[in-house]
């Protein structure tokens, strides 16, 4: 089974701090995502990696950005943590035009 | 705007009825659908594919059709069961990424 985890389950963060979100896939997927999911949105997603140390913005960039140094991991930064950027988030990963597979999300919130 | 939509946001079935769930698409080019499931405090899953050379896909207990003509796709799921409670979502897998809608949330009532 593909094996998408992320970090942290739940994280309380101040405003103005630097935030770093962890996801690791053990499948050796070419495509990683970050998705952000709000109530009545859905998912919308906010950058993706097609290869190590390659990234691509999503429909929601801002006030982001990601680092992929190594194949199977794939990190999220907030640069400096805002209260809309309380949220869930979701990663997941996928072989080249596969099935993307998702974590189980990281809680964050922003105070 | 928004290229996939779901029509309702909420649906309410008895245990042991079957289940529709709807989702509209806007790009005709689309070739490539997934329904995931989403059940509180995970991730979605994913549950059945289809590719528009096919008009209808199997697979254990769920079925989707694909109606290229209108633009629509839906999930039945048959003999639904209280597991089957969850969020469910259409995606259109493009190239590079999935496009969401934004989701049906289904209820079993016992």
């Known amino acids: 089974d593909v094996k998408v985890t992320q970090s942290s389950r739940y994280l309380v963060k101040r405003t103005g701090e630097k935030v770093f979100l962890e996801c690791v896939q053990d499948m050796d997927h070419e495509n990683m995502f970050w998705y952000r999911q709000d109530p009545g949105l859905g998912l919308r997603l906010i950058y993706f990696?097609?290869?190590?140390?390659?990234?691509e913005k999503g429909d929601i960039p801002e006030g982001y950005s990601v680092s992929r140094e190594k194949k199977e991991r794939f990190s999220l930064i907030l640069e400096s943590a805002s209260t809309n950027q309380t949220s869930m988030y979701l990663c997941?990963?996928?072989?080249?035009?596969?099935?993307?597979?998702f974590g189980d999300g990281t809680r964050l919130s922003i105070l | 705007g928004e290229s996939v939509g779901l029509h309702l946001p909420t649906l309410s079935v008895q245990e042991g009825d079957n289940s529709i769930i709807n989702c509209a698409y806007s790009n005709s080019a689309s070739d490539y659908f997934i329904w995931y499931k989403q059940e509180s405090g995970k991730g979605p899953q994913f549950i059945i594919d289809i590719r528009s050379n096919m008009d209808k896909r199997q697979g254990q207990r769920v079925t989707v059709l694909l109606n290229k003509t209108v633009k629509h796709l839906s999930l039945q799921i048959a003999a639904t069961q209280p597991g089957d409670s969850a969020v469910y979502f259409c995606?259109?897998?493009?190239?590079?990424?999935?496009?969401f809608g934004a989701g049906t949330t289904v209820t079993v009532r016992a």
């Open positions: 997941a990963s996928r072989p080249a035009r596969g099935t993307q597979h």
């Open positions: 990696s097609y290869d190590v140390k390659m990234k």
């Open positions: 995606a259109e897998n493009g190239a590079y990424k999935l496009s």
